[in-house]
């Protein structure tokens, strides 16, 4: 059967996805922090984002193409790192960067990804990015970079906006622990679930396979320290400019909501601003991110990334809109992995296109390149109103 007629949008794959994944897994998925208002926040907000329809432009061709960083993009959006991802779906970081490969889209590898960065090697296209959670210690930081960088990533990210560790208390109720225990109450969960488990059971307990040689005893870390350890340093300014200058490549920061933290990171020779609340998943006294965007957009001339709460090509065109010059999704991409298996994540890109160019038509636009004025034309056009 045809995906689009079995499931024409991202919220048909995650309805499919909730049934097939064990609840500790959809909660881990799901979930943000606090009582979930930021969370919600993000959708609210995203859908206030209002255009004008634009009539009488004849026939339009929908050029969604997009130049990011040097690169030409067919789409301005890709996938955002998630950590243990392959305990979502079983090998879901080489899935998903197969599927961003074959598009020719950006795929990021987060530092707790379930696989590594030489797992992935022959997995990733051009544009394979390696998102980076903060190690302490110089020497496993090196390490990994240099790693990141034989196995073919080109742009580094590093997230900011986890200086602790957040609370979940959705995850804690759904009996998820860290690392992952295999307790009845999972196992009841689990049985529900026999795609998802035969999965597992063929891949094994996923971990955290990028730090495996830190914590076989090769580095300074004390016998019983968890690999969790190794992270959740909490960086300043200093460790952005070192960063800055270990790497060759671009070099982008992830977690911006503050339009002076913008333009402090400017100073430092950052490539690119990720402006993310993550999701929902760290703060649940923040702004949607969307809300930010323009206060960001005009606190710098810096290339901007946008997340959180895009679900569908009219979100991608409303971040674009608001100033952004590339969309990232998080969430999405796993809710068609875990509904559809391997061909999941190309529908996603499927779906995301096919709105983008329904959208545009809407609004006139033959391509992205002036898609900023059309929301100005909105404002002003709504207080004529
Ligand atoms: C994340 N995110 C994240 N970010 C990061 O920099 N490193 C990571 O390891 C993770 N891990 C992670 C796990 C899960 C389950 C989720 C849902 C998210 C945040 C992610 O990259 C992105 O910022 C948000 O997911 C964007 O919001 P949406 O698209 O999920 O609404």
Known sequence: MDLHTAYPGIADLKLRARRRLPRFVWEYLESGTGAEITLKRNRTALDEVKFLPSILHGPIE??????????????PFGTAPIGMSGLIWPDAEKLLARAAAEAGLPYTLS?????????????????AWFQLYPPKD???????????????????????????????????RSGLTNPPRLTPQLLAQIALCPTWAIG????????????????????????????GYLLRTSPDMDYVKWLRDAWDGPFVVKGVMRADDAERLQQTGVDAIWVSNHGG??????????????????????PLIFDSG???????????????DFVMLGRGFLYGLSALGAPGPAHVIDILR??????????????????????????AAMQRV
């Open 354 to 379: 096919q709105d983008m160019a329904a959208n545009m038509g809407q609004l006139g636009l033959p391509n992205l390149q002036n898609i900023t004025s059309v929301i100005r034309k909105v404002d």
């Open 200 to 227: 597992m059971a063929r891949n094994g307990m996923p971990r955290m396979r990028t730090l495996d040689k830190y914590i076989d005893g090769q580095s300074a870390l004390p016998p019983t320290a968890h690999v």
């Open 111 to 127: 530092t707790v990804a379930s696989q590594s960065p030489e797992d992935l090697a022959p997995h990733i296209g051009q544009n």
């Open 310 to 324: 895009i679900e569908g090509g009219l979100d991608v065109l409303r971040a674009l809109a608001l100033g952004a």
């Open 62 to 75: 929908c050029d969604t193409g997009i130049q990011f960083l040097g690169q030409d993009y067919p789409l």
């Open 281 to 302: 998943r760290q703060f649940d006294g923040a702004p949607a991110s969307i809300e930010m965007l323009p206060q960001l957009r005009a606190a710098t001339n810096l």
């Open 138 to 172: 110089p020497d496993i930081r090196i390490d990994i970079l240099n790693r990141a960088r034989s196995a073919g990533f080109s742009t580094l990210v590093l997230t900011v906006d986890v200086p602790v560790a957040s609370r979940r208390e959705r995850q804690v």
